[in-house]
C-alpha cells in the first residue's frame, strides 16, 4: 500500500513518518502531483499559522490538488482547519472542502489559549473512531471547528467542538493521532484499513 504524505512547510511531517513506521509502513514525503495522485491514501500534516501555510500550498498549486484527490484523504490538526473554507486566523481563505468557519477560542476565566493537552472524544462515529483503546488524545491549537454536519467527533474545551470530521473521502482530526498513544496509533490504523 502506498501512503503519500503531502511536503510543504508542515511542522508535523516526521512524527507522522514515525507513527506510520510503528504500523510497518514507510511512507512517501512528497509534493510531486502523480505521486499524490497514485497513492492509495493520503495524510494532509499541519502545524503552523493559516495564512502563511495557504500562500505556501498556493505557490505549490497543493491548494488546487488537495481537493481533487479521489482516495481516502486525512487532514491532521491545521490540516483539518486548512480543509474548512475560511479560517479567522489572519482572515484566510481555505480549502473549501468542509463548508466551515475556523474560529478562534475566547479564553475564559479557568481555561487559557492555546488548548493544549490531553482531552476526551466524545460522539465518536464512523470507521475512523472504531475500537481506540480510550478517548484520550493529545490537542495543541488556539483555532477550532464548531460543531457541525460533517462532526464524527467531538471535544470540549470552553466550548464544544470538531474534534473530527469526515465528508466523502475526506477525513480531518484536529487532534495529533501521532502524538496520542495506542488510541492515535488505532486511528491511523483505522484510516490505512479504510
Known amino acids: 500500500m502506498r501512503i503519500a504524505i503531502i511536503k510543504y512547510n508542515a511542522g508535523n511531517t516526521q ?7 510503528r504500523l510497518g509502513i514507510e511512507p512517501l514525503l512528497t509534493r510531486d502531483f502523480e505521486e499524490i495522485q497514485k ?13 502563511s ?7 505549490l498549486k497543493l491548494d488546487q490538488l488537495i481537493p481533487s484527490l479521489k482516495q481516502p484523504v486525512l487532514g491532521i490538526c491545521l490540516g483539518q ?10 482572515d484566510t ?9 475556523v474560529k478562534k477560542f475566547i479564553p475564559s476565566d479557568h481555561e487559557k489559549v492555546p488548548h ?13 473512531m472504531d475500537n481506540l483503546p480510550n478517548d484520550d488524545v493529545y490537542f495543541v491549537h488556539s483555532y477550532y471547528v ?14 464544544p467542538f470538531s474534534a473530527a470530521m469526515h465528508r466523502d473521502n475526506f477525513y480531518a482530526v484536529q487532534f495529533h493521532p501521532e ?16
Not at 512524527?15 to 513506521?21: E, K, P
Not at 497513492?39 to 495564512?51: C, R
Not at 502524538?179 to 479504510?194: A, D, H, R, T, Y
Request: contains cysteine.
Open 116 to 128: 493544549m493537552g490531553w482531552n476526551d472524544l466524545v460522539d465518536k462515529r464512523g470507521s475512523l
Open 39 to 51: 497513492a492509495d491514501k493520503v495524510i494532509f500534516p499541519g502545524v503552523g499559522e493559516a495564512s
Open 179 to 194: 502524538k496520542s498513544g495506542l488510541q492515535g496509533q488505532q486511528m491511523i490504523k483505522n484510516f490505512i484499513e479504510l
Open 146 to 159: 464548531p460543531l457541525n454536519n460533517y462532526t464524527c467527533a467531538t471535544a470540549e474545551y470552553i466550548i
Open 81 to 90: 482547519q486548512l480543509m474548512c473554507k475560511h479560517s479567522e486566523e489572519n
Open 15 to 21: 512524527s507522522v513518518i514515525f507513527a506510520l513506521n
Open 53 to 59: 501555510t495557504m500562500k505556501h500550498l498556493k505557490e
Open 93 to 101: 481563505k481555505c480549502l473549501g472542502i468542509f463548508d466551515q468557519e
